[in-house]
């Protein structure tokens, strides 16, 4: 047990030391957005090198962080009705209680999220769900630990807009975090009942790619975003638990 904790404190610390750094340093190098981007998936790539070596040292089999293969198709196909369901709240519904906007998209930006979205889905699955939620399932049970994951995973989105937040202003990036919070919840959720990424990282994706890279919006201002987030992922969170049974390690 003390190694499990060992391990779980060194990539989580490394995780928030390597971002806090390039993050502060952002304020005295003026980078634009795709070359931070790229720092940023390749801290995560590095990370997700040190997940698999530790699971390798810990004799440990990657069967049981998740990497399986779904039962059935058919969790495929609910994976993208839940996603659905969190584009018909945050998008539809509020565009229809106010208006919508559509927005341009440059084929070179669509092209580079594409890439961004893709890397940074696999390796947040596989670190936050896959590493750090099952070790901290395994050390204080399931509410715990779905509590200070999804506060991990809020935090590096807080540390990596942290020099918007301190040259623009606060209240967008502490809305986000909150934001990346009930998505942690939801995600958490997810692999909890199923004991497989690939469900998480199926409709993380799906909500990812509808959020940027889709031109339509709807106009809300920051705090009713906010709210149709938390509806949204609370919704998403209460459909896992009633229709998806939970999954034994062995199954």
């Not at 190694?3 to 003026?30: D, N, Q, R, S, Y």
């Not at 004799?59 to 059935?72: D, I, V």
């Not at 993208?80 to 969190?86: H, N, R, T, W």
């Not at 889709?214 to 459909?239: D, M, N």
Request: hydrophobic letters at 55%; a positive charge.
């Amino acid at each position: 047990m003390y190694e499990k904790h060992k391990m779980l404190t060194l990539i989580v610390l490394l995780f928030f030391i390597v971002l806090a750094v390039w993050g502060i340093a952002f304020l005295f190098i003026k980078i634009s957005l795709y070359p931070r981007s790229f720092v940023y998936l390749g801290v995560y790539i590095l990370l997700v090198g040190i997940v698999l070596v530790l699971v390798v040292r810990g004799k440990e089999s990657f069967h049981e962080y998740g990497f399986r293969w779904p039962r059935s198709l058919m969790n495929m196909v609910l994976g993208a009705f839940l996603a659905s369901v969190y584009v018909i709240i945050t998008v539809f519904i509020p565009g229809s209680l106010r208006n919508f906007e559509v927005l341009p998209a440059n084929p070179f930006d669509v092209y580079m999220n594409i890439t961004i979205i893709f890397v940074a889905v696999f390796a947040e699955e596989i670190i936050f769900r896959g590493y750090i939620l099952r070790n901290l399932i395994k050390m204080h049970g399931f509410f715990t630990a779905i509590l200070l994951s999804s506060a991990m995973y809020s935090l590096t989105y807080a540390i990596y807009r942290l020099p918007l937040a301190l040259l623009l202003e606060m209240q967008g990036q502490l809305e986000s975090a909150s934001s990346f919070f009930m998505a942690g919840i939801f995600l958490g959720t997810l692999f909890y009942k199923t004991r497989t990424l690939m469900y998480c990282i199926v409709v993380h994706l799906f909500i990812r790619i509808f959020q940027f890279l889709t031109p339509l919006h709807a106009i809300t201002s920051g705090y009713e975003r906010l709210l149709f987030e938390i509806i949204a992922y609370a919704t998403l969170t209460y459909l896992v638990l009633i229709t998806v049974l939970t999954r034994k390690d062995g199954g």
